[in-house]
């Protein structure tokens, strides 16, 4: 891999992981329109540790409650505080998406390698996206009860499909339960915290027990530089925008996307 194209991966995974537009879908079609090779194993690794760094740093407050909360938790056997309440509302939303991809790990890696299946999976996050827009709502992240923060966990869950953003899913389940955009926004992120931990520690886990092919340390070096990053950028962008213009852009976005695809797609196969 060069440099150049280190760069290109780099930027794709440090936008696509926090915009709402699917970065799973952007991985699959990207390379399919394009025509270019797959990162290995190793760079995928590391530019996901690259954007896990940059959420875990952007919401680093949130992170702390989160720890103080868990712990918290732990000690009493009690939900008594909000930090507390904090940690076990994102427990709770972050078990439907660990159980899904334990019990559905070999039938999601499938649908990695059917474009049409993601491309119309973008259309319907935009269609996701397009409806949750039209939300106002007026609770905030502590007016949450374990029932909302299962519903947007289950949002999370159905994200593991490629082409539904997890971020999108998130947020549009977190306006339709009467969170302002602000906080679906926040809570999108901050419940993701563990489950994206724990993906990119398997990742992880699973390189270091298998070979290691190498793109080349220049190479991962800028990768990994340039997905921290456009992730943090995406991040900073993403929270303004939403609050001051909602998602109508990404849903527009995720159509074009998904029905370009399409007519690719249509028109490589009336070709062969």
Do not use: N
């Not at 270019?36 to 760094?53: E, I, K, N, Q, R």
């Not at 499938?110 to 709502?137: C, E, Q």
């Amino acid at each position: 891999m060069s440099v150049y194209e280190a760069a290109l991966w780099g930027l794709l995974q440090g936008l696509t992981e926090f915009l709402p537009v699917s970065s799973s879908g952007h991985l699959v079609l990207v390379p399919w329109l394009l025509g270019l090779g797959v990162p290995s194993v190793t760079f995928d690794v590391l530019v996901h540790l690259a954007t896990l760094a940059a959420v875990l740093i952007f919401f680093r407050a949130e992170l702390a409650m989160l720890i103080k909360g868990g712990i918290q938790i732990l000690a009493t056997r009690r939900v008594a505080t909000s930090e507390a309440r904090l940690a076990w509302l994102v427990i709770i939303s972050s078990i439907p998406a660990a159980a899904a991809g334990l019990l559905l790990e070999s039938v999601l890696e499938r649908a990695f390698a059917v474009p049409g299946a993601v491309a119309v999976a973008l259309l319907i996050t935009g269609t996701v996206l397009y409806l949750a827009d039209k939300s106002r709502g007026t609770r905030a992240i502590p007016d949450l009860s374990w029932k909302d923060a299962a519903v947007i966990g289950l949002a999370q869950a159905v994200a593991l499909i490629p082409g539904i953003s997890r971020s999108g899913a998130t947020m549009s389940a977190g306006l339709g339960r009467g969170l302002t955009r602000g906080e679906a926004a926040r809570y999108a992120f901050v419940m993701s915290i563990p489950v994206v931990a724990a993906a990119a520690a398997k990742e992880l886990l699973d390189m270091l027990t298998g070979t290691i092919p190498s793109d080349g340390y220049g190479a991962m070096a800028v990768g990994m530089t340039i997905a921290f990053g456009s992730g943090y950028l995406a991040l900073s962008v993403l929270f303004r925008h939403v609050q001051r213009h909602g998602l109508r852009v990404f849903s527009i976005y995720c159509w074009a996307l998904g029905l370009l695809s399409l007519v690719v797609l249509l028109v490589r196969a009336a070709w062969v």
